[in-house]
């Protein structure tokens, strides 16, 4: 687990500050209004409030923590400040476009704006934990499905902001943020119809076959409303400023997640496809020969299962939801898009044929070499 920050220590030397240049402006000034007026004018003074303000903002950042998350794992806190850098970073090269409107209140809303996107990203690590976790309390529901909800109200409402502040005020940083948000709706959106998911798998007593198709077809479909967002802003940015240089990684990385969703599609339903017109019934003597247990979802297979080009059998129900996700075989790992299905009528290679002729000896013939061997009879 990762080191605790030095919180306390730091929370005691910013009161201890702040309580100093309130004091020292009191005692300059005398009175309430030239002492708030020294303050705003003192770089040092104002020094000082800035890094109380920061300390407000990671006590607040950790009592929201633990009220919907607890302790985080060690993976969930190496991908925050992984992603944590890279947000940064291009959030503070988007700014640079608006570099005018920067003041304490552009600060607080890019705090904000962090602050959202690292909750975002808590959120759906926590909902993908849900499918390894062997347990889920009513405790992790209670304070996934409100989170959830609270980040949706969250968005919408600055997204709606950002939104009237364009209009009435023109272009400015405001338009950086409400893209953001939008961005961080369609997020919340696709993390909660795998929330739902998961919930109604774990409900059913049975593994829910559908589930895979439903999550497949959610990252398809939110992942072409970010790329239609970010050409939209690509757009705007271009007609009123110039070309956004730091949306270029992040709509790469979203083009490449477009393409993979829609190329996981098209693969699952070729899949599936010729599984169920291609591929054969396992027939009961096939079932006695073999382990007859589906290693997918390790139960018995009595009836409808099938025979794989490679001669693993399995239940067509399993095999359907599998290939939702990949096309490979789940036991020897065979892709079997790219493995012809065996003809019925053609021999195996490695099985002899022999015929005999009236009045001959029996003749047999290697279908795998294709020659010919006559067997006299002594």
């Known amino acids: 687990m990762p080191a605790p920050m030095p919180v306390g220590g730091l929370t005691m030397a910013s009161f201890a500050f702040t309580a100093a240049v309130i004091g020292?402006?009191?005692?300059?000034?005398?009175?309430?209004?030239p002492s708030v007026v020294y303050i705003t004018k003192?770089?040092?003074?104002?020094?000082?409030?800035?890094?109380?303000?920061?300390?407000?903002?990671?006590?607040?950042?950790?009592l929201l923590k633990k009220v919907f998350f607890g302790s985080l794992r060690a993976a969930e806190f190496e991908h925050l400040v992984e992603r944590s850098f890279y947000a940064v970073t291009e959030t503070c090269l988007?700014?640079?476009?608006?570099?005018?409107?920067?003041?304490?209140?552009?600060?607080?809303?890019?705090?904000?704006?962090?602050?959202?996107?690292?909750?975002?990203?808590?959120?759906?690590?926590?909902?993908?934990?849900?499918?390894?976790?062997?347990?889920?309390?009513l405790l992790f529901h209670t304070r996934v499905s409100s989170l959830l909800l609270l980040l949706s109200l969250l968005d919408l409402v600055l997204v709606n902001h950002a939104y009237h502040s364009t209009i009435t005020r023109g272009a400015s940083v405001q338009l950086v943020f409400g893209f953001e948000y939008?961005?961080?709706?369609?997020?919340?959106?696709?993390?909660?119809?795998?929330?739902?998911?998961?919930?109604?798998?774990?409900?059913?007593?049975?593994?829910w076959e559908n589930k895979a198709m439903y999550l497949l077809y959610?990252?398809?479909?939110?992942?072409?409303?970010?790329?239609?967002?970010?050409?939209?802003?690509?757009?705007?940015?271009?007609?009123?400023?110039?070309?956004?240089?730091?949306?270029?990684?992040?709509?790469?990385?979203?083009?490449?997640?477009f393409k993979r969703a829609f190329n996981d599609v098209v693969l699952s339903r070729r899949a599936i496809s010729n599984m169920n017109t291609l591929y054969p019934d396992a027939t009961p003597e096939e079932l006695t020969a073999v382990d007859n247990v589906c290693i997918i979802c390790r139960e018995e297979m009595l009836t409808g299962a099938k025979k794989?080009?490679?001669?693993?059998?399995?239940?067509?129900?399993?095999?359907?939801?599998?290939?939702?996700?990949?096309?490979?075989?789940?036991?020897?790992?065979?892709?079997?898009?790219r493995q012809s299905p065996p003809d019925p009528s053609t021999p195996h290679p490695s099985t002899p044929t022999t015929t005999t002729t009236s009045g001959s000896a029996p003749t047999t013939t290697a279908s795998a070499t294709g020659t010919t061997t006559d067997t006299k009879s002594l």
Not at 106 to 124: E, G, I, Q
Not at 313 to 337: E, G, K, V
């Open 308 to 337: 794989l080009p490679c001669g693993h059998i399995f239940h067509a129900s399993c095999l359907r939801s599998w290939f939702q996700r990949q096309q490979t075989c789940p036991t020897c790992r065979m892709d079997i898009l």
């Open 182 to 207: 939008a961005i961080l709706l369609t997020v919340a959106f696709n993390i909660a119809v795998k929330y739902i998911c998961h919930t109604v798998d774990l409900q059913s007593q049975n593994p």
């Open 218 to 257: 959610t990252e398809l479909i939110m992942g072409l409303f970010k790329v239609l967002l970010y050409i939209a802003f690509l757009l705007i940015m271009i007609r009123i400023h110039t070309f956004p240089l730091f949306i270029i990684r992040p709509m790469y990385l979203t083009l490449r997640s």
């Open 24 to 33: 020292n402006a009191y005692y300059q000034k005398r009175q309430f209004y």
């Open 94 to 137: 988007a700014f640079t476009v608006f570099r005018d409107d920067f003041s304490p209140k552009f600060v607080a809303l890019f705090t904000v704006l962090l602050f959202l996107k690292a909750f975002h990203w808590l959120a759906d690590y926590r909902v993908d934990f849900m499918e390894r976790s062997p347990v889920i309390t």
């Open 42 to 62: 003192s770089n040092p003074s104002m020094a000082a409030i800035y890094l109380l303000a920061f300390t407000l903002v990671i006590l607040l950042g950790k």
